[in-house]
């Protein structure tokens, strides 16, 4: 139902209608923040690549043929953008999360668990290689399947399973160096054969 709506907006959007463009850009903005903010110093930064993310999806919704899900569709403009501020001024990016900030309100032992399994997380994506770091934070944080991450960065669905295959052996050696314990984290989706 959701996809429907999508659809019918993008639709819409490929007409002119502005009301449309802004139902979607609600719906997107704030999955498209979380995706971002794990690269970008900055918060004008991300808001900088989801406003180029969306001026193409304005000027591009034409041009969707429904061989994937809207939202895979825009977070595939959203990569693409990303990959090209990041070719175009390397030095305001950092790896892996250097904006996430949470506010600290005396976090219970369970949340500060939580919160240092995360920043240790953190730490070993920062590690891993771009495209790598990228392909694993699209599995894991955006829920998306190996084929829709395949389509987002224009790659074989082969590809896409290397790059977290190496992505993991590499978490698996650098991770307790971090000094965290290598089991808790979940190397493989829960539940999951992608």
């Known amino acids: 139902m959701e996809e429907a709506r999508d659809i019918d907006w993008l639709h819409a959007v490929a007409n002119g209608d502005r009301k449309a463009f802004e139902r979607l850009y609600l719906r997107y903005h ?12 900055q918060r004008h930064q991300v808001d900088e690549v989801i406003n180029e993310t969306m001026w193409v999806v304005w000027r591009t919704a034409g041009d ?43 976090p219970g032992p369970d949340e500060t668990e939580a919160r240092e399994t995360r920043d240790w997380v953190r730490r070993g994506l920062a590690l891993l290689p771009v ?17 829709e991450v ?37 190397l493989e ?4 054969s992608r």
Do not use: N
């Open 150 to 186: 395949a389509r987002i960065m224009e790659c074989a669905v082969g590809t896409v399973k290397a790059r977290m295959f190496h992505a993991r052996v590499r978490l698996r050696s650098s991770l307790p160096g971090l000094g965290g314990e290598l089991a808790r984290l979940p």
């Open 30 to 41: 704030a999955r498209l923040s979380r995706f971002l903010a794990r690269h970008a110093l």
């Open 64 to 106: 969707f043929r429904g061989e994937s899900k809207v939202g895979t569709w825009i977070i595939g403009i959203a990569y693409r953008c990303f990959l090209k501020m990041l070719r175009d001024t390397p030095a305001v990016f950092s790896p892996a999360g250097a904006t996430a900030t949470e506010a600290d309100e005396s």
């Open 131 to 147: 495209e790598q770091r990228l392909t694993m934070e699209l599995v894991y944080y955006l829920g998306q399947s190996y084929e």
């Open 189 to 192: 989706p829960a539940g999951e």
